[in-house]
């Protein structure tokens, strides 16, 4: 299997600014982290609701995320929210999910039909999330 060693975290923030982008695997990229999500600027705290009540944050036209194997934790799920058209997710093998990622997830992305949580730290409280 190849392996992109190269990757440099920052550079993954362009990756997201590109509004016609549907599908994006970034499964066994050893630099995909927290930070990764953290550095998007359509992600940042300091966008969202303007002082008229609107909600001004872009909203990504991402479908199908494959994370698997990358070194996120719940921080990155909580960076998600503009993430509302996503249907698949796959965080397989990725240790630093637990159920309050899931949650924050579930609770953003209104439209997912799949996720794959092989290998993840979850209980059943987060199964019992998904089902609803």
Not at 60 to 67: A, E, R
Not at 71 to 78: K, N
Not at 111 to 131: H, P, W
Request: net charge neutral; proline share 2%; hydrophobic share 40%.
């Amino acid at each position: 299997m190849f392996k992109c060693k190269q990757v440099v975290t920052s550079s993954l923030q362009h990756v997201f600014e590109h509004h016609h982008l549907r599908y994006l695997n970034l499964a066994f990229i050893d630099n995909v982290s927290d930070e990764a999500f953290s550095l998007i600027p359509i992600l940042s705290n300091d966008v969202g609701v303007s002082s008229h009540g609107s909600d001004n944050r872009r909203r990504s036209p991402l479908m199908t995320l494959n994370l698997g194997k990358s070194c996120i934790t719940d921080v990155s799920m909580s960076k998600m929210a503009f993430l509302s058209a996503l249907v698949e997710i796959r965080l397989q093998w990725c240790h630093g999910i637990t159920d309050a990622g899931i949650e924050i997830l579930i609770q953003n992305c209104p439209r997912l039909q799949i996720i794959d949580l092989k290998s993840c730290l979850i209980t059943d409280r987060a199964c019992g999330m998904i089902a609803h």
